[in-house]
């Protein structure tokens, strides 16, 4: 049975839970700055997953060793310390998810890995979306995963776990454990334990949002979100038949996107994920995912949207107010976690192509601050020596002795192998190793810099590619920034401080501390 704790959840309440405020680490201001004034939009999109070496093996792929990335062309680049807190606790826990992350830059906070607008002590935290929302600017949510799913969830709910996404309530979603395996009791705000996708349809947070994910909502969702004005793409079912079934429910398409008008609209083109490019680009000219937009396309028709509000030319005059919209490329950390090169390559490229949709609005707007970044590293994607292969190919790793200063030895001591290990390596894992689920070898990929009858999975391709796990890493990630204080990103920060200055380039003050 469907738990229904927040049925008469308005936008009022939201809006008054916002204007409370929100806790802000103490370093999450930036300094001061006077071309915040020239600010109406920011626009926010980040790779999920993607590291520094993520962008160079998409910049080698795509454009060749001398060319960039739209994102490598944004002027203000830096990084991001993106580590989180264990539980109960201000201790840091080294590798951050999704959930923790997003939480940071969403709300200012170190919280939890698994924790959604919560901190590390379970209490709600508002959101830089709701925050937007309630000041009267314009709001959009984009992602090629589910849109219930930790990063675009972020934004825009509150969940104790991530996994509390719908439809359905269950305790092993919702709550966390306790020391002794037991479940914690139920919170006092119920907020913390109603599935994501009820929320989502009953807050208007975001005006536009776009994604995938329609499995979990039912038709009284969309009854919800159409009480609020909004245009629903697709259909979330049909009340008189079996909820979350493929019958039932009705995928939005592009061609439902392209004529899309609303003030509001809500648009889910999978009942899942996305369909990754890579894949999408073998199918058949009739496949139901060849209907999907891309993530490019999403972004300039929510940009489209969010500037259009009143059916006609967007009137920076007329209005003080402009838009806050967060984009995520999710299918490049999940293709990682796959350690599918191929795939997460083919994704990163299609973020890009994101971000130049955002960056072409933003240099003819002349008012729009653009970021480009990530969440995480994932699963330590590495570009290695043609030619080479990793130590776990090895019959036995590479000696750990210097035998020209024995003070550098390790113990245990190892000898040297320069010999492969036949059960851990057969081949180039796009090439002749396709077949072999135990092979540890590199995938190979040709650029625009090789010869034209260089082909991908040869040795003599160019761009050779290996993972160190399939998790999560603790790499600081890359930044990228372009519009008026693009500057301020210009730095070595801490994930939690991009709260701060997006929340300066929006309201043009620092955040309320508490």
Partial sequence: MRRRPLKTLTVLAI????????????????????????????????????????????????????????????????????????????????VTDSASSATAWASGVKTYNAAIGVDAYEKKVGTLMEQAHAAGFATGNVSTAEITDATPAAQFSHALLRGCQGPTYSDAACLPKKDDGSY????????????????????G?????????????????????????YQVLGSFGDPKLPAQTAASQKVATKADLDKANGK??????????????????????????????????????????????????????????????????????????????????????????????????????????????????????????????????????????????????????????????PARSSGIVNGAGAGDTKNFAPATFRTPDDPKDVKDGSPEASLWLTYLSGNHTGADVPIFAYGPGGNAFAASQINTELYGKMYRSLFGRSPQQH
Avoid at 194 to 201: G, H, K
Avoid at 289 to 297: F, G, H, I, R, T
């Fill in 205 to 229: 947070t975001a005006d536009v949002i776009l994604g995938g994910g329609l499995a979990r909502f039912e038709p009284d969702d969309q009854k919800a979100l159409q009480a609020q004005g």
């Fill in 15 to 94: 809006a008054g839970a916002v204007a409370a405020g929100t806790a802000v680490t103490a370093n999450s201001a930036p300094q001061q700055s006077d071309s915040h004034q020239d600010i109406r939009n920011v626009i926010y999109l980040l790779g999920d997953g993607m590291g520094r070496t993520h962008v160079t093996a998409a910049r080698d792929r795509f454009m060749g060793a001398g060319g960039k990335l739209t994102m490598e062309t944004l002027p203000n680049t830096g990084a991001v310390a993106t580590y989180a807190v264990e539980k109960n606790s201000a201790k840091p826990a080294l």
């Fill in 264 to 421: 509001k609209v809500i648009g889910l083109f999978n009942r899942g994920n996305l369909t990754v490019e890579h894949n999408k680009a073998a199918l058949p000219a009739d496949a139901a995912q060849k209907q999907e937009p891309s993530l490019a396309d999403m972004t300039r028709k929510s940009i489209q949207l969010l500037t259009d509000r009143k059916g006609g030319s967007y009137d920076r005059n007329k209005s003080k107010k402009g838009f806050f919209l967060q984009v995520e490329g999710a299918q490049i950390d999940k293709r990682s976690h796959a350690n599918d090169a191929a795939q997460a390559l083919d994704e990163i490229k299609a973020f890009d192509d994101a971000v130049k949709a955002a960056y072409e609005f933003a240099k003819k707007d002349g008012h729009t601050l653009v970021i480009v970044t990530a969440d995480h590293e994932c699963a330590g994607f590495n570009i290695i020596e043609k030619g080479t292969y990793t130590n776990a190919e090895a019959v036995a790793p590479p000696a750990n002795t210097d035998a020209g200063n024995p003070a550098n030895n390790s113990v245990p001591s190892r000898s040297s192998s320069g010999a492969k290990d």
């Fill in 184 to 203: 914690e009791a139920a919170p006092a705000d119920k907020t913390l334990v109603t599935p994501i996708a009820e929320q989502i349809a009953r807050n």
